[in-house]
């Protein structure tokens, strides 16, 4: 079965730095790959996608992330971290068909001065 | 078109009532999803429907929880005898499956805020 962990439950960055947050996912094959972000009081949106092709997706916001099928991976990553990127992020995985998507428990990331 | 919508958007009620939320998902997408949201907390998926195959109900915490999904669109989640630890965000989201560049692309709605006293 499919399943997803994000191991970093809370992540606090200053601005400016950069940015990477942990998934890593159980399947066989390779899956179709999403990370969601969802700000406070906010509704989830989505930030990226991975169906195959370049491993290394652009997202928005300035967002991307990378899939490496050896690590059963796929960290999402920003070169600079701004205040407005504080939120929780979702990563979640669906393994084609008519399977449902599985989410990981989400990262908390904290913005500081 | 028109997003994934959910009504109410708040809701209070009395513990032991009955309470029925609403999702009206993207026309078109066969899958829907329920999930719950409590404070601080992560996405718990409560059930999934996926076109006229039979829904997957892992999720549902207990027997006060169903859902139907009406002609393969509108779908009502239900919850009997609420009890204050149900108190939560209830997100709706559908999702075409089955091939192209957006399948499985969840979309979100803005979610029905329930507060049980």
């Known amino acids: 079965a499919q399943s997803v962990t994000q191991p970093d439950i809370h992540i606090t960055v200053s601005e400016g730095a950069s940015l990477e947050l942990r998934c890593n996912y159980s399947?066989?094959?390779?899956?179709?790959l999403f990370w969601y972000v969802q700000s406070p009081g906010q509704g989830l949106q989505l930030l990226l996608k991975?169906?195959?092709?370049?491993?290394l997706v652009q997202g928005i916001k300035g967002f991307e992330a990378e899939f490496k099928r050896s690590q059963s991976s796929f960290n999402l990553r920003k070169p600079s971290v701004h205040w407005s990127d504080a939120a929780e992020y979702f990563c979640?995985?669906?393994?084609?068909?008519?399977?449902?998507?599985?989410f990981g428990t989400g990262t908390k990331l904290q913005v500081i001065p | 078109g028109a997003g994934v919508s959910q009504s109410p958007s708040n809701k209070v009620t009395e513990k032991g009532k009955d309470v029925e939320l609403r999702c009206d998902p993207i026309?078109?997408?066969?899958?829907l999803y329920w999930y719950r949201q409590s404070l601080g907390q992560g996405l718990e998926f409560l059930i999934y429907?996926?076109?006229?195959?039979?829904?997957?109900k892992s999720g549902l915490p207990s027997d006060r929880f169903s859902a139907e999904r009406t002609g393969g669109s509108v779908s009502t989640l239900t919850i009997q005898r609420t009890q204050q630890e149900d108190s939560a965000v209830y997100l709706c989201?559908?999702?075409?499956?089955?091939?192209?560049?957006?399948?499985?692309?969840?979309?979100f709605g803005p979610g029905t805020r329930l507060t049980v006293t």
């Open positions: 989201a559908s999702s075409s499956h089955g091939g192209g560049a957006s399948s499985y692309e969840q979309y």
């Open positions: 991975y169906f195959s092709g370049d491993t």
């Open positions: 429907f996926q076109g006229n195959s039979a829904p997957d």
């Open positions: 026309s078109g997408h066969t899958a």
């Open positions: 979640a995985v669906n393994s084609g068909g008519y399977q449902k998507v599985t």
């Open positions: 399947y066989g094959a390779t899956p179709y």
